[in-house]
């Protein structure tokens, strides 16, 4: 008896994930491997991948058509939450795992597989999001991480592939190690191992170098209606369209570039280039028209719940209770976040100029220090005499 019957695989075409094929077949008694790539904006050419996986044994070899699922429904709810781990990172390449999990699951179902596999090692974020995702959505689903026992090095699983007829990577020579999708790029090994080395050029794919970007500033006006990003420059756009047209303009301008040293769940620190171009900028822009529809409270508020978010996207916990709850309360927040933001796009820098909302909570009355003022200043005197009245009972006492 194997560990499985019948297994569907998360597969890249890369290696590590073609060797998984062979292994599981011959090493874990498994009688058939379906491999599933999914289609996530990668801009990788699918049809290879998929021959890739028949020619390195699987009995079928399934590709999912997931990018619109991607944008809509994994980031798009994140840029509600202006979800940034660490303060920083817009969690391109986390968000990707809950919604490849469900692929796994449901094809799990469709084709009467006992188990997913996926080909992530024991020191990563990715296993444990493919895991907790995948229990989270079937707990009787059995889950085989194949890398994570095998122990091979690098060499040895090339060697391992070659043997089954899995040939070695074309171009050897590329020392990192990369993940991609429509929202971004993530890079981390090599020379960047070291965080004190500042990453070389060629690490960066989405994002121009400043000495390349243009003289001139480029403005364009992002369109939300609430909370989701609808338009460019007055243009009405696909979530496809309006992520791809952005990650052009900001990268372009050289605007979406990360370097990092994040905290890995497993407790081990990791230094990570991400290019995330269109994601950074839709996050500042939003987190800027909420500054002009929600009221001060639920801005503070908000903020508290925005770092659970995105601890728990970070963490594997996209499907879990709390994260569902937390949705309903950014849901509910964003019900007038609907406007349009001004960004200006030079050297690097993406600044955001302007902000308009038909709901905006900005009275001009109130804020002006002309003559039009509807501010009544005599009030202020008994509200501050309020405010302070803890302070000033506690400071009589010391004296
Ligand atoms: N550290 C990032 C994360 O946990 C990205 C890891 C993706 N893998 C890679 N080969 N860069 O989301």
């Not at 490849?100 to 596999?117: Q, S, T």
């Not at 916990?317 to 509910?332: E, I, M």
Request: glycine fraction near 8%.
């Amino acid at each position: 008896m194997g560990r499985a019957n019948k297994v569907v695989l998360a597969y890249s075409g890369g290696v590590d994930t073609s060797v998984c094929i062979p292994y599981l077949k011959n090493e874990w008694g498994v009688q058939e491997v379906i491999t599933l790539a999914a289609d996530l904006g990668q801009g990788d050419e699918l049809e290879p991948i998929r021959e890739k996986a028949l020619t390195s044994g699987a009995s079928q070899s399934l590709i999912a058509d997931a990018t619109q699922s991607f944008v809509k429904d994994y980031a798009f709810p994140a840029i509600q939450a202006n979800a940034l781990y660490e303060n920083r990172y817009p969690l391109s390449t986390a968000l990707a795992r809950p919604l490849i999990a469900k692929l796994l699951v449901e094809a799990a179902a469709e084709y009467g597989a006992d188990a997913v596999a996926h080909g992530c090692t024991g020191k990563g974020n990715d296993q444990v999001r493919f895991d907790v995702s995948i229990a989270a959505l079937n707990p009787n689903l059995k889950v085989l991480a194949p890398a994570r026992e095998w122990g091979m090095s690098r060499e040895e699983t090339i060697a391992y592939g070659e043997r089954y007829g899995i040939a070695s990577p074309v171009k050897k020579k590329s020392p990192y190690s990369i993940d991609r999708n429509l929202l971004g790029r993530s890079i981390e090994a090599g020379p960047l191992e070291d965080p004190y080395t500042e990453p070389l050029e060629e690490v960066y794919l989405m994002t121009q170098a400043i000495a390349d970007t243009p003289n001139e500033p480029e403005y364009v006006e992002i369109g939300f209606h609430r909370g989701l990003p609808v338009s460019l420059n007055g243009q009405a756009l696909s979530p496809i369209e309006l992520i791809t047209q952005l990650n052009t303009i900001a990268g372009n301008h050289g605007v979406g570039r990360i370097d990092m040293v994040e905290n890995r769940l497993v407790g081990i620190k990791s230094r990570e280039i991400y290019e995330a171009p269109a994601l950074l900028v839709l996050i500042a822009a939003h987190r800027d028209l909420e500054s002009l529809t929600l009221t001060a409270d639920v801005t503070h508020y908000k903020r508290g719940i925005e770092e659970t978010y995105s601890q728990m996207i970070y963490n594997g916990l996209w499907y879990s209770p709390l994260k569902g709850a937390l949705d309903a309360f950014v849901l509910q927040t964003q019900e007038r976040v609907t406007g349009t933001v001004r960004v200006k796009f030079l050297k690097g820098n993406a600044t955001i100029v302007g902000r308009q909302s038909a709901s905006s909570l900005y009275t001009p009355d109130l804020a002006t220090y002309g003559a039009d003022d509807k501010f009544d200043h005599k009030a202020a005197e008994g509200f501050i005499y309020v405010w302070g009245l803890p302070t000033r009972v506690w400071s009589q006492l010391g004296k």
